[in-house]
């Protein structure tokens, strides 16, 4: 039987290429034989780097996804540039903490243009693409423990992440049908640019490694598994479901 987490000959386009978790993911997807290519508002020459080390190859795009402007040209960069775009990682995601009866509307504007309407505008052009090809594809979409919890001083960031896991469903009720797989990883606590706030609070940092069975924060590279999983034939009948990666939280 082949390799079946094999991604040999795909084309994966990654959201927030530069750091943390998207960089994990790029340098799996490399590890497993897809080309990659990288979105980010930042140089991504590093997880470039990474990757072509690996003998992988990585295309980076560069764009602010927190306008919809640029959803058209990634998808075009990713087919005219490799020739296919079969998975796609909706990863890039902000967080602004603050009470709640201080938010300001920017503020949550922002949050929910980059980590919601982004996310839903380039599934929805990935779709399309794929669809008017007759090509079977992936999306992934990054949610949170805020996809089930509601989080403290977070609360755009929650609403964002919650509505990511419910549109993870119902893209999956219309596009499963037309060769689309549609999930999402639910990443726990991880060690990355997100949480370097909290992780600063000791007593908040303390509190919430006592609530993890695993007894640690996670590394990005921990979602790589998952993430190869659902961008694989392995989970070819796998729809509309999103993967805890959190080190046991969701179970206490
Ligand atoms: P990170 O801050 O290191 O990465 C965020 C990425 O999003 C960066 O590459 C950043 O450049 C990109 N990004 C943000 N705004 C952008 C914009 N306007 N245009 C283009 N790119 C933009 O943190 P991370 O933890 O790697 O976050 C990745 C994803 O994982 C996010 O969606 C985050 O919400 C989610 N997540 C993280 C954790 C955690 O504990 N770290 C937990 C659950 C979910």
Redesign the pocket.
């Known amino acids: 039987m082949d390799n079946l987490f094999s991604l040999k000959g795909k084309t994966a386009v990654v959201?927030?290429?530069?750091?943390?978790?998207?960089?994990?993911i790029c340098v799996a997807y490399a590890k497993y034989g897809a080309n990659v290519v990288g979105?980010?508002?930042?140089s991504?020459d590093e997880t470039k780097k990474l990757v072509e080390d690996l003998g992988g190859k990585f295309f980076e795009v560069r764009?602010?996804?927190?306008t919809t402007e640029p959803v058209k040209g990634i998808i075009e960069a990713s087919f005219n540039h490799f020739g296919s775009c079969d998975i796609l990682v909706?990863?890039?995601?902000?967080?602004k903490r603050e009470d709640a009866i201080n938010v300001l509307e920017a503020d949550w504007n922002?949050v929910i243009?980059?980590?919601l309407n982004?996310v839903f505008f380039l599934s929805q052009e990935f779709a399309k693409e794929n669809i008017k090809r007759g090509k079977t594809a992936k999306i992934i979409n990054?949610?949170?423990?805020?996809s089930y919890q509601g989080g403290i001083r977070v609360p755009a960031?929650t609403a964002s992440?919650s509505a990511v896991i419910g549109l993870t469903r119902a893209l999956c009720n219309e596009w499963a049908s037309k060769g689309i797989n549609v999930n999402g990883i639910?990443?726990?606590?991880?060690?990355?640019?997100?949480?370097t706030q909290i992780r600063s609070d000791e007593e908040r940092q303390e509190e919430i490694l006592k609530r993890i069975p695993q007894n640690r924060?996670?590394k990005?590279s921990d979602?790589a598994g998952a993430a190869i999983f659902l961008a694989s034939d392995a989970s070819n009948y796998v729809n509309g479901f999103t993967i805890a990666v959190d080190g046991g939280w969701l179970a206490r």
């Open positions: 959201t927030g290429s530069n750091t943390g978790l998207g960089q994990a979105v980010s508002r930042r991504s764009a602010d996804l927190s909706n990863n890039a995601g902000i967080i922002q243009d980059v980590n982004v990054i949610c949170s423990m805020l960031y992440k639910a990443p726990g606590y991880m060690e990355t640019n997100n949480t924060w996670g990005p979602v």
